[in-house]
């Protein structure tokens, strides 16, 4: 089989991806074409991006591959509704029309979707944590590691402990349905009033200011929590059974009140559940990578599931050093599995990756920019018809000019290249600013990404630099590790301030990316990664000292990651943006005529 499509639908964050000749040629979620966040629909602009990336037609493919298997999703939610009948009927006979129209004769929906293929293509389907576990072993620079997978639920699965060798890839464990780290962390991020699926980054981050004070009710009340990070919830906590909200009123006593509302001030209270139930995913996190390493044998850990985007725990686990290395799928939520569905068909039939590949050499994710690039051509005809004031720069003045803009205290819009797969920017639909600067964090927060002021940004970082400002000795290049921010660097606190007001404090000496804790999410760069970003990023150090830039992602909040030159100039016009930087044209918001004062076009619930 040559040309192979991956697809993930329905569920969260639908997307795309192609493989040709067992090479990754191109991937992409649904919701960068249509701007819905999320998007859950039937990838179809995705899928036909990435034929048209590889100039294919629908007749081309070999073999189209679903990430889970319907069917059996059905038969558990099917069987959940009768376990608890007649609890959660109404939830579950809201979802059997789109089961029996869409879902459940799946194959049939992807030939009416897909016209154009062949009768001789195959229509295929993996298992769910089988899909994320391939995306996560069969792209890694491993010829052997151990996986670990941890999301929601797949059909009944929750999480795997699994190994890949060549090839071959053997999921050993399981954990099942209802007993979930995903569905309990996302429980979480619904009582303190952030949305499921796109909060829990929000928790994460809301989590350094408070205490764990409720990390022993979590494990006496709310779980049983085994040696090898297998666990049982007490349901009796929880109602996403019944498929209406997540948590209940035992759930709300047990934590001190009722679940915050979205947009409602944020209270002592939530910051201490937040850091209790992120101590807990901690610990749990580690347990798991712990037994992994205890049934496998193997040196090395590949990551991914929903809950591998944890990036706290993620640091967590390298700092155990249980393994020497780890490696974790950009895409690791379920975008990845349209990946891990089309690798494990490959590897899995087709296969010729070979135990030979050697263990200290690059992934396969090309820096996860696998998305739409454009041409010079075409994004002056993108700025012309916004009638667009612009300047042109050759590639050496347009790093200077941009340094020059950054120095000076400037917010950067930087689009270049192709866009990235996964819910992270890594350098090519980025917002850039100073790291040094007190007020840059507060500044994109509220001016430009109009979200929470308590949310941190990732610092971006040449990887021979990395060590020199933080305790961190790999590589982490799709900003998936946390680590210490060196404490040479770190100022003194006061210890007066508490909350959200210890926002107000400087942390180091590039406060804009130190988090409350004097932690940092770090991204880091190399010139065959990222060389416009390298070069960048080696320019600003030696006109300012320092090697560190603050990179959060192009867009607001309540939208995807901008995708076209179109998206980024308009995302530009509406935010306090400074200057959009796009391919090798310099704007300047303040001369654009269709500029206004910058406002959050549309309130957005957390």
Not at 406 to 428: D, H
């Amino acid at each position: 089989m040559r040309h192979i499509l991956g697809i993930s639908a329905y569920y969260h964050d639908s997307a795309a991806a192609l493989l040709r000749d067992g090479e990754i040629v191109a991937a992409a979620q649904e919701e960068r074409f249509t701007r819905i966040k999320n998007d859950q629909r039937f990838p179809l602009r995705a899928i036909g991006f990435c034929l048209q990336h590889a100039g294919l037609l629908p007749a081309d493919l070999e073999a189209v591959v679903f990430y889970d298997k319907p069917i059996t999703k059905f038969a558990r939610l099917l069987e959940t509704s009768l376990a608890i009948a007649p609890l959660g009927l109404k939830a579950f006979l809201g979802s059997v029309p789109s089961w029996l129209n869409e879902k459940l004769n799946l194959r049939k929906t992807i030939r009416d979707e897909l016209q154009g293929l062949s009768p001789g293509c195959r229509i295929l389907f993996t298992h769910h944590h089988q899909a994320h576990a391939a995306s996560a072993f069969y792209p890694s620079p491993f010829a052997e590691a151990a996986i670990l997978t941890v999301d929601g639920v797949g059909e009944y699965a929750t999480t795997t402990i699994g190994q890949g060798r060549g090839d071959a890839l053997q999921l050993l464990k399981e954990l099942r349905f209802p007993h979930s780290l995903g569905l309990l962390y996302s429980a979480f991020t619904a009582y303190c009033g952030f949305r499921i699926n796109s909060g829990e980054y929000k928790l994460m981050g809301l989590a350094p200011y408070g205490e764990p004070k409720y990390s022993g009710a979590i494990y006496e009340q709310l779980m049983d929590l085994k040696p090898d990070g297998s666990f049982r919830l007490n349901l009796d906590y929880f109602d996403f059974l019944r498929g209406a909200r997540m948590t209940n009123e035992k759930f709300h006593r047990l934590f001190g009140g009722p679940a915050r509302l979205p947009g409602a001030p944020i209270e002592a209270r939530h910051m201490d559940v937040a850091r209790s139930i992120q101590a807990v995913t901690e610990e749990v996190m580690l347990r798991l990578a712990r037994h992994a390493r205890e049934i496998t044998g193997q040196k090395n850990l590949c990551l991914a599931g929903g809950v591998a985007l944890n990036c706290v725990a993620n640091g967590v686990i390298l700092r155990e050093k249980l393994f020497e290395r780890i490696w974790i799928q950009p895409a690791a939520g379920d975008a990845g599995g349209a990946l891990g569905a089309a690798l494990a068909l490959w590897h899995g039939r087709a296969g010729q990756r070979g135990t030979q590949r050697l263990v200290g050499g690059g992934d396969k994710m090309q820096g996860a920019f696998l998305g739409p690039q454009f041409s010079t051509v075409e994004i002056q005809a993108a700025l012309d018809a916004n009638k667009a004031v612009y300047q042109t720069f050759a590639d050496a003045e347009l790093i200077a000019r941009t340094v020059e803009l950054l120095q000076r205290g400037k917010v950067v819009g930087w689009f270049q290249g192709r866009m990235e797969f996964g819910p992270r920017a890594l350098g090519n639909r980025s917002i850039l600013g100073d790291a040094r600067s007190p007020s840059m964090q507060s500044t994109i927060n509220l001016k430009v990404k109009f979200r929470e002021s308590f949310r941190p940004f990732a610092p971006v970082v040449r990887l021979e630099r990395a060590s020199d400002y933080f305790e961190l000795d790999v590589e982490s290049p799709y900003m998936l590790l946390v680590a210490p921010v060196k404490k040479a660097l770190c100022l003194p606190s006061s210890g007066l301030r508490t909350g959200l007001d210890r926002l107000k404090e400087p942390r180091s000496t590039i406060p804009a990316v130190t988090h409350v804790d004097f932690s940092a999410r770090v991204q880091t760069v190399t010139h065959d990664q990222n060389p416009l970003l390298n070069a960048l990023l080696d320019k600003f150090e030696q006109a300012s000292g320092c090697g560190v830039l603050v990179n959060t992602s192009f867009n607001v909040r309540g939208e995807p990651v901008v995708c076209t030159p179109d998206d980024a100039y308009r995302c530009f016009l509406r935010t306090g943006m400074d200057y959009l930087i796009i391919g090798n044209f310099v704007l300047e918001r303040a001369a654009q005529p269709r500029a206004a004062a910058p406002q959050n076009h549309a309130p957005v619930p957390d």
